[in-house]
């Protein structure tokens, strides 16, 4: 158990609207990631975070921003939510300055279904 | 262009049959290949991280195994609670890539 916490851990909401997903970690690691999965493309990084306030894009980024104000919180944003961004997202940390440290643990999820 | 490509996507194992899956990685500056197990509804479990080919790391019926274009996942003996989707994962120069996963089923 990384001590990841996601919140909402399920969401419906409608096309255009705002959404905000919550990564809470206990255990104030450096690196966080945010990924989206999706059947046959599996884990895609949207954006990971190397520290507070430093921030960089992933693999699938637009249409999502991110914060990170605290050490232990990574929140990622859907600006005007889209149909195509129906999918499960995950958190993730690595324990930076440890032997295993490129290993990244993962969240639960939060399934997203935008209508 | 960086690619991990896991196969074969569906495995059907009977009960103590041993098999591989296997994951076939081109990815620049390797820095580790990792294996994680994945439950339906659920985050992906950290299984094994490799750093270079040669290594090999077991735990309990699994072993994961590193050379410089693949890594296998040999499962011995599996039980049916060894049913999951297995994901193979690497991290290089683009940060980290993902195949998308070995659908394990294991049958009493």
């Known amino acids: 158990d990384a001590g990841i916490t996601q919140s909402p851990r399920h969401k419906v909401t409608e096309t255009g609207t705002p959404v905000t997903l919550r990564c809470h970690q206990t255990?104030?690691?450096?690196?966080m990631y945010w990924y989206r999965q999706d059947p046959g493309h599996g884990l895609r990084l949207i954006h990971y975070?190397?520290?507070?306030?430093?921030?960089d894009k992933g693999e699938v980024s637009d249409g999502y921003s991110v914060s990170r104000s605290k050490t232990e919180d990574f929140l990622l944003t859907l600006e005007s939510a889209t149909s195509s961004q129906t999918s499960v997202y995950f958190c993730a940390i690595s324990r930076s300055g440890t032997v295993n440290q490129e290993t990244q643990y993962f969240g639960p999820g939060t399934r997203l279904l935008v209508l | 262009e960086d690619q991990v490509t896991q196969s074969p996507e569906a495995l059907r194992l009977q009960e103590g049959e041993s098999s591989s899956l296997n994951c076939s990685y081109t990815?620049?500056?390797?820095?580790?290949l990792f294996w994680y197990r994945q439950d339906p509804g659920k985050g992906p479990e950290f299984l094994f991280t490799l750093y270079s080919a040669g290594e090999e790391k077991e735990k309990e019926r699994l072993k994961a195994t590193l050379t410089k274009k693949e890594s296998f996942l040999h499962i011995t003996a599996p039980k049916p609670e060894d049913s999951a989707t297995y994901l193979c994962g690497a991290s290089g120069t683009y940060k980290y890539i993902f195949g998308t996963g070995t659908r394990l089923k294991v049958l009493a």
């Open positions: 975070s190397y520290g507070v306030k430093d921030t």
């Open positions: 255990e104030n690691h450096r690196y």
């Open positions: 990815v620049s500056g390797l820095r580790g």
